[in-house]
């Protein structure tokens, strides 16, 4: 399969990993460039999640067409983080806009936020992979412990942006720029 996200893996380090995800990402440490690869970066992750409500929306309608009502309900929980993360990435307004131009973020401030642009990068893939599995599992006893599973990676999205975000906000502080 040649889809940027099999990629992700292949880096040897946090740089590799993002920069082998994405191609055309090697601004991503060039400070003049940063805010635009953020951006970039960001809206990837939102598309990418998109694709994945997509998916949840499409096997919601499937187990309606197999009257299996009880089932849509179990995946909207999922369905609706994934939605309201995905929005919550492409929309991050304070900080970023001028975010790389406004504050000096050093070395270990920088591997951290590439960490979790790695974390959100391999949750999308994670999430797609449960889906996969959700949609194998249909009208299975091992439906409700897939649901769980991809309502497990779903929070765990939140929590990596939710991180992400603190690292950036923290650095903001320490550096006295207002937002």
Do not use: C
Request: aromatic share 6%.
């Amino acid at each position: 399969m040649n889809d940027p996200l099999d990629k992700i893996t292949a880096g040897d380090d946090l740089f590799g990993k993002i920069k082998n995800f994405l191609s055309g990402f090697v601004g991503y440490v060039d400070r003049d460039n940063r805010r635009e690869a953020d951006k970039l970066l960001r809206l990837t992750v939102a598309q990418r999640l998109e694709e994945q409500w997509e998916r949840i929306a499409e096997l919601q309608r499937r187990l309606i067409k197999e009257k299996q009502l009880e089932q849509v309900d179990d995946l909207e929980d999922a369905a609706i983080k994934l939605r309201a993360v995905g929005n919550r990435i492409r929309t991050a307004s304070y900080g970023y806009s001028g975010l790389f131009d406004a504050v000096q973020i050093n070395s270990k401030e920088l591997e951290l936020i590439y960490e979790y642009d790695v974390a959100l990068l391999e949750g999308v893939a994670q999430i797609s992979n449960a889906i996969d599995n959700l949609s194998a599992s249909i009208g299975t006893d091992g439906f409700p412990a897939a649901v769980r599973h991809l309502v497990t990676l779903s929070d765990e999205m939140v929590v990596a942006f939710d991180r992400r975000e603190e690292v950036i906000l923290a650095t903001v502080d320490s550096t006295g720029s207002e937002e």
